[in-house]
């Protein structure tokens, strides 16, 4: 995590796919169940729709709003966690998906952030985005996930 004007992850991998398997990916919440560790997001994919990261129990653990949707290219959410209150007290961050060909391969790299220096929230996604996209690279590319589903609790 770097800190500059706020707080920021970025993350970069490269998945033996294609662009539209990627986002097909990215969007379909039965595919993300299995990479998400049991979460999985519900939107109206488009620029203005709403966002959410739902739990197996049935609690919304994050809200948002779609900013950027370029499909195969760009997916941008102004995102809000819901379901630890000094999270949610940070208020709004914005996480961007970028997916670009690379040979065989597609780079993806995702940069979350907000204006808030020393961000717990951040703090806590730069855990959490690379065992979601670990298991992304995994299914994509074996057909299996390395971490299984885990608890969410609050």
């Given at each position: ?94 996480c ?15 940069t ?5 220096e ?37």
């Open positions: 995590m770097t800190s500059h004007a706020g707080s920021q992850f970025v993350y970069v991998t490269y998945i033996r796919t294609t662009p539209e398997q990627l986002w097909s990916a990215l969007l379909s919440a039965d595919f993300a169940r299995q990479y998400w560790r049991g979460a999985w997001p519900e939107a109206e994919w488009k620029v203005g729709g709403s966002w959410k990261l739902m739990f197996p129990d049935g609690r919304v653990g994050d809200v948002g709003e779609i900013v950027a949707f370029e499909p195969a290219k760009r997916l941008g959410i102004r995102w809000r966690n819901e379901f630890k209150p000094e999270f949610k007290a940070e208020g709004w961050s914005l961007t998906i970028e997916i670009e060909p690379a040979g065989e391969a597609v780079k993806l790299t995702v979350h952030g907000m204006e808030r020393g961000s717990k929230f951040i703090g806590a996604v730069s855990g959490g985005w690379p065992q979601i996209l670990s298991n992304l690279k995994s299914l994509l590319e074996t057909g299996a996930v390395v971490l299984p589903p885990m608890e969410f609790k609050s």
